[in-house]
């Protein structure tokens, strides 16, 4: 069964720290994976993509890694700030194309 | 980039009556829409695959006959929950794929969310 599971559940640390969320993943045979932002009671915002054929992708304070030979993603955040808070998810897209989610992580950012 | 909607955003509705809700894909045509359940402090459940032009496929143990799927078009998804009962209350989200552009990399795209409360 293709499943994706992240670690801590919650994750609370001061403004201005830099911090690592984690996503792992059963198959290898991944097509790509996404890392997304949800605010409470809110949609998804996306925030990162990275192909199968990439090792990481980058955009403003965060940075997402992809391991695929050990099942492991990292999203970076650097300097984080109190708008961070909120819940990330991290979801893969198999080699079925079906999007699997991971359980989320719910960031606070300490002010 | 690109833009998925869905209407209502919220809806409260009596137990027994049906409710429709609506993706509609913006500034892209979408042969694949797919839609989502998430329960209170849950992730993110597929429901199912919303085909255009063809009957949708159903993850196991989604009621095809309970949460009905039509894809009329390239641009829009409804997903009908018929005769409403308390425990359907949820957050429905929408998604659709842009498999037209060449950078897609096969890219989901989600709609903001419908919370449905079933009283």
């Known amino acids: 069964k293709q499943e994706v599971t992240q670690i801590p559940a919650a994750l609370s640390v001061p403004e201005g720290e830099n911090l690592v969320l984690n996503c792992s993943f059963t198959d290898s045979a991944i097509y790509n994976l996404q890392w997304f932002r949800q605010d409470p009671g809110k949609g998804l915002t996306s925030l990162l993509l990275?192909?199968?054929?990439?090792r990481e992708q980058t955009s403003g304070r965060l940075n997402a890694s992809l391991d695929k030979s050990s099942g492991r993603s990292t999203l970076y955040i650097a300097a984080s700030q109190p708008g961070d808070s909120a819940t990330y998810l991290c979801?893969?897209?198999?080699?079925?194309?079906?999007?699997?989610f991971g359980t989320g992580t719910r960031l606070t950012i300490i002010p | 980039g690109a833009v998925v909607s869905q209407h209502p955003s919220w809806v409260i509705c009596k137990s027994g009556t049906s409710v429709k809700i609506e993706c509609r894909s913006l500034d892209f045509q979408a042969t694949t829409m797919f839609w989502y359940r998430q329960f209170p402090k849950q992730s993110l459940m597929l429901m199912a695959t919303?085909?255009?032009?063809?009957?949708?496929?159903?993850e196991q143990g989604v009621e095809k006959d309970k949460f009905l799927i039509n894809h009329a078009s390239l641009t829009l998804s409804t997903l009908t929950v018929t005769s409403a009962h308390p425990e359907d209350s949820s957050f429905y989200i929408c998604s659709a794929r842009d498999e037209v552009a060449d950078d897609s990399y096969n890219e989901q795209f989600f709609g903001p969310g419908t919370r449905l409360t079933v009283l």
């Open positions: 919303s085909n255009e032009g063809s009957k949708a496929t159903y």
């Open positions: 990275i192909q199968s054929s990439q």
């Open positions: 979801a893969v897209t198999f080699g079925n194309e079906k999007l699997t």
